[in-house]
DNA sequence: AGGTTATAGTGTAAAATTAACACTAAGTAG
DNA sequence: CTACTTAGTGTTAATTTTACACTATAACCT
């Protein structure tokens, strides 16, 4: 793009991107897909995937072709989370960023991202490194609208495959809200809403007692909150 | 600016706007406060006073400044909304607006509407006028944020008179929220909380016993959060 | 002046929810 | 077969929420 000209010269108005923030989780702390940047400015350093929005699409459509094009992301859940308008948040012309946030299974990822070129990685969420731009503010925005979210949306199922144990049901919880959960309360109070069904299978291959997987019934939870229920952990 | 040209052949980038969504309350129903457009498209059709976003402003200055010069509100309670970006949501061409909305004082308002040259008119929430544009969409997620942040952020107050009565209080609350609420229950909890600072004021002219006047304060309320206090109704 | 009307203001008890807490079961590794 | 590790399960006390009705006071009306 037009490198060094001052962009007032040649437009008028802002430019329009989008950024992405893509939380994944495996078992552990949460964590985020970054990207290496190959171009200036900010080269070879961690970035969100981003990109400029084109005219036949939205915003939302541009976000998720950036996390396909650029992290080998599709199909997840994906949600506008803020507009970022500062003047100077891109030392090449004015850019103003739409921000989306994606919730990824990150063990359904792990194949996929093998077929990317650009340089992904995963870091925890509390071991970021220096991110570029504006970066660093917009991610802390994710969280927080995460942190935010997961107690009155079952969107945390996002983040984990679609069998899942109870415990890491709860230390995803625990990991998202930054507090310590008791085991017996949390069983109770989300087996008591009725849209955990209860699978066959169990784990395999750990050394203790194996635990029973459960899935998210997105059927049932529709019907629930239409006759007025309400999700609150 | 372009009128019938294909906007493809002009820019390759979105233009970028602001609209704003502003509500009132004076006791009865949520009011939203809307202008009169003056020029096509929508020409004499009610709409969100909207503008675009200039190279020098951030969208919250370019919000703020559009309030101003088109509706005279300043100094009010002011946050982002959502961004809408629809190819067609403007027949003129390719344009995306970053929403905010705005809570109030009706009556302190009153005066400086009188300055203003545009015709701008209060609509109960539930008799809005077929709006332009998207409005309609726009106006609704202001709602829908209004209804879901109103319990757990102190914002109600915005949409009052610095001095207010319980009943005004509640009589907010249970506009935004559309329930009815425990005229005793709601007094408990809210003065439980601790930062209602009971006036020695009382109503005038009310033909039945008059109600003490109450007023938010802010820094006991911000005390209170530092130590670990969380609003909730 | 006295009665009417309208809203302010107040407490208690039952019900529901939340919080605290410890042991047995089962699978793998050695 | 023993040790280790996590799964899985109920009860009780504390707290919070809900339901509910009467007296007080200011203006208005006659």
């Known amino acids: 793009m037009n ?103 990150k063990h359904q990822y792990e194949v996929i991202a093998g077929r990317d070129t650009l340089k992904a990685e995963w870091f925890e969420l509390s071991k970021l490194p220096k991110l570029a731009f504006d970066h660093t503010k917009i991610v802390k925005a994710a969280f927080q609208r995460l942190k935010g979210k997961v107690s ?34 949390f069983r109770k109070k989300i087996l008591g809403m009725g849209f955990l069904k209860a699978l066959e299978e169990k784990e395999k291959n750990v050394a203790h007692k194996a635990a029973r997987f459960y899935s998210f019934d997105k059927k049932v939870y529709k019907d629930l909150t239409q006759k007025g229920f309400h999700f609150e952990l």
């Not at 036949?56 to 599709?74: H, M, S, Y």
């Open 152 to 185: 009155y949306q079952p969107i945390g199922f996002e983040l984990l495959n679609e069998k899942f144990t109870l415990s890491q049901l709860q230390a995803l919880y625990e990991s998202i809200l930054e507090i310590e959960i008791d085991k017996r309360n």
């Open 3 to 105: 490198q060094n000209k001052k962009y007032q010269y040649e437009y008028d108005r802002p430019a329009l991107a989008t950024d992405c923030v893509i939380f994944g989780f495996d078992g552990g702390e949460l964590k985020l897909l970054l990207i290496e940047r190959e171009k200036e400015p900010f080269k070879n350093k961690w970035a969100l995937p981003g990109g400029f929005v084109f005219m036949n699409e939205t915003t939302e459509e541009c976000a998720k072709r950036i996390l396909l094009e650029k992290a080998g992301v599709k199909n997840v859940f994906v949600e506008q989370l803020y507009t970022f308008s500062d003047i100077d948040r891109d030392p090449r012309e004015r850019i103003v960023s739409v921000a989306y946030f994606a919730l990824v299974d």
